[in-house]
């Protein structure tokens, strides 16, 4: 939430989240993100309702409620009761909603299979354009000629 927070008030770009009470964003960084937001006529909009959060929205994007490491926390995920990403949460958004997810994600616990399967579903082209990043990054640490060859099999050298 704290890079999505960030690039969105750099891009300027509205962003209302919803987190349950005791997962807020760090202080610090919600600072930040305002301060920037403000400077590029965006706002960043907190709150602990997913209704709210996703009211009239584009985009909806989650992530999953237990993290790599935190399987022992099995209890937190009764905290995140009501922020499962659903028909009836969707239903609230723009009617060209898209559903975004870094993933890997848990059918059933953040999203449903209705919302991942949807034709707004945008997580596989996300996953793809990522891979495409990192590729052509990757390229570029190892050397300009693996770099340039990239360019290349891509297209755009």
Same mark, same amino acid.
């Given at each position: 939430? !704290?890079?999505?927070?960030?690039?969105?008030?750099?891009?300027?770009? %509205? /962003?209302?989240?919803?987190? +349950?009470?005791?997962?807020? +964003?760090?202080?610090?960084?919600?600072?930040?993100? $305002?301060?920037?937001?403000?400077?590029?006529?965006?706002?960043?909009?907190? *709150?602990?309702? +997913? /209704?709210? &959060?996703? *009211? %009239? &929205?584009?985009?909806?994007? *989650?992530?999953?409620?237990? $993290?790599?490491?935190?399987?022992?926390?099995?209890?937190?995920?009764? $905290?995140? %009761?009501?922020?499962?990403?659903?028909?009836?949460?969707? $239903?609230?958004?723009?009617?060209?909603?898209?559903?975004? !997810?870094?993933?890997?994600?848990?059918?059933?616990?953040?999203?449903?299979?209705?919302?991942?399967? !949807?034709?707004?579903?945008?997580?596989?082209?996300?996953?793809?354009?990522?891979?495409?990043?990192?590729?052509?990054?990757?390229?570029?640490?190892?050397?300009?000629?693996?770099?340039? *060859?990239?360019?290349?099999?891509?297209? /755009?050298?």
């Amino acid at each position: 939430l !704290h890079d999505l927070m960030l690039a969105c008030a750099m891009l300027g770009i %509205d /962003i209302h989240y919803a987190v +349950p009470k005791g997962y807020e +964003p760090a202080e610090d960084i919600v600072k930040r993100a $305002s301060d920037i937001a403000g400077k590029n006529g965006s706002k960043v909009v907190a *709150t602990n309702d +997913p /209704i709210e &959060a996703v *009211t %009239d &929205a584009d985009v909806v994007y *989650t992530d999953v409620f237990i $993290s790599m490491g935190e399987e022992h926390m099995k209890d937190k995920v009764a $905290s995140f %009761d009501g922020f499962q990403v659903n028909e009836q949460l969707v $239903s609230n958004m723009n009617n060209d909603w898209k559903f975004m !997810h870094c993933l890997p994600a848990h059918r059933g616990d953040e999203v449903t299979d209705w919302v991942m399967d !949807h034709k707004n579903s945008i997580v596989f082209d996300q996953a793809e354009n990522r891979m495409w990043a990192q590729m052509s990054l990757l390229a570029y640490l190892v050397s300009i000629e693996a770099w340039e *060859t990239m360019g290349e099999f891509m297209g /755009i050298a």
